[in-house]
């Protein structure tokens, strides 16, 4: 079973600003993750997916994944209020079940 | 476009009824489905794990003869809520782990289940 924690929020940043959610995971053999957000009342949807120590860069997105420390993190530039939203990090996980933490709720305010 | 199908979106009903949700994943074989739910402002839990042709795996505290899943083909798991009662409304979700590695999940659009 893979596990991760993150912070519930809510994290509120005011408009144009940078967004910083973190996630942290107990299976060090944890290879790739993916950051998934969820409006309220809609299902995950994937924004992102890092497998590679360091940054990957998507737009307004950027992850960051540190396997020594065991934690994934998600940076939102010039962060808008459609941006408002909860945040779930999870590890790839093949046919094994995930266990989803709370997810950060994110609002951004105008 | 959507790789996993789930049907209905929304469902309205009686107390006493039975409820049935199908998910069906479109362009390639899932033998295993997971389904979820979430009630208003808290996180996505895990039910139970389906998968095909073998008996569901259900999470602890999870009713396995109130929630009924039969994952009869390669493409399609259903939920079976059986006289669903006011407390079952909730947001039900399932999702599909891809044929790939290293690939997320492909998560259904979800069944807002209503129980009046």
């Known amino acids: 079973q893979k596990e991760v924690e993150q912070n519930s929020g809510p994290l509120s940043v005011p408009e144009g600003a940078i967004a910083s959610l973190n996630c942290t995971y107990s299976d060090r053999g944890s290879q790739s993750f993916f950051w998934y957000r969820q409006y309220s009342g809609k299902s995950p949807e994937l924004i992102m997916f890092i497998y590679s120590n360091g940054d990957k860069e998507d737009g307004r997105f950027t992850a960051q994944l540190n396997k020594a420390s065991q934690y994934v993190s998600l940076l939102i530039r010039d962060s808008q209020p459609s941006d408002s939203a909860t945040y779930l990090c999870?590890?790839?996980?093949?046919?094994?079940?995930?266990?989803f933490g709370t997810g950060t709720k994110l609002q951004v305010i105008p | 476009g959507a790789v996993v199908s789930q049907h209905p979106s929304w469902v309205i009903c009686k107390s006493g009824t039975s409820v049935k949700i199908e998910c069906r994943s479109l362009d390639f074989q899932a033998t295993t489905m997971f389904w979820y739910r979430q009630f208003p402002k808290q996180s996505l839990m895990l039910m139970a794990t389906s998968n095909e042709g073998s008996k569901a795996t259900y999470e602890q505290g999870v009713e396995k003869d109130k929630f009924l899943i039969n994952h009869a083909s390669l493409t399609l798991s259903t939920l079976t809520v059986t006289s669903a009662h006011p407390e079952d409304s909730s947001f039900y979700i399932c999702?599909?782990?891809?044929?790939?590695?290293?690939?997320?999940?492909?998560f259904g659009d979800g069944t807002r289940l209503s129980i009046l």
């Open positions: 999870a590890p790839w996980a093949g046919y094994q079940k995930v266990t």
């Open positions: 999702s599909a782990p891809a044929a790939t590695d290293n690939q997320p999940q492909h």
